[in-house]
Structures are given as structure tokens and as C-alpha cells.
């Protein structure tokens, strides 16, 4: 048996260590006929680590894109705009 308690605005509730479930773990919690079931979420999501790709490109004879390359043309930027720098400095 455990019992709820507060942490921050939520009402949180501990599992005993038993139940074998790691910190951290993605639980999906739902009330169903007037129980409440925790379950884990199916398939963690995986986050992507630079580490394993970082640097892979040294020896591939890939280089970086010259200047003269780059073709991007200048669009006006919203913070370039003098109205938008007066409105933002006169709002308390």
C-alpha cells in the first residue's frame, strides 16, 4: 500500500521498488471504472547521441561550402524592422 502526496502543483503517488520499475521509465497513468492504472509507455523513445556520428566525415573527402557557393539572398528579418524595435521598446 502506498499513499499520495504533493510535489509541486501535482498530486504524485511513489512505487514501491519491488514492482522493479526504473527511474526515470515513461508510465502513462489512466482511471478506468474507478481504478487508476499505471503502465509503462510502449517503446522508449530514443534520443539521438552525436557522439556516435561525430566526426565520421573526416576522410570521406567532403569539404566544407566556399562563399562564393552559398546562395542565399537577404530577406528582411522582423528585428531589423524600426517599427517593430519602436513598438517592443515602448511595451511596459
Request: with cysteine; glycine share 8%.
Amino acid at each position: 500500500m502506498t499513499k499520495t502526496f504533493k510535489s509541486g502543483n501535482s498530486v504524485a503517488v511513489r512505487l514501491p521498488a519491488s514492482f522493479g520499475v526504473k527511474p526515470g521509465t515513461e508510465v502513462r497513468v489512466r482511471e478506468e471504472r474507478g481504478r487508476y492504472v499505471v503502465e509503462p509507455v510502449q517503446g522508449n523513445r530514443r534520443k539521438f547521441d552525436i557522439d556516435k556520428v561525430w566526426g565520421c566525415a573526416a576522410g570521406s573527402g567532403m569539404q566544407l561550402i566556399k562563399d562564393e557557393d552559398r546562395l542565399f539572398e537577404h530577406r528582411p528579418l522582423l528585428w531589423e524592422d524600426p517599427t517593430w524595435r519602436e513598438r517592443l521598446d515602448r511595451q511596459p
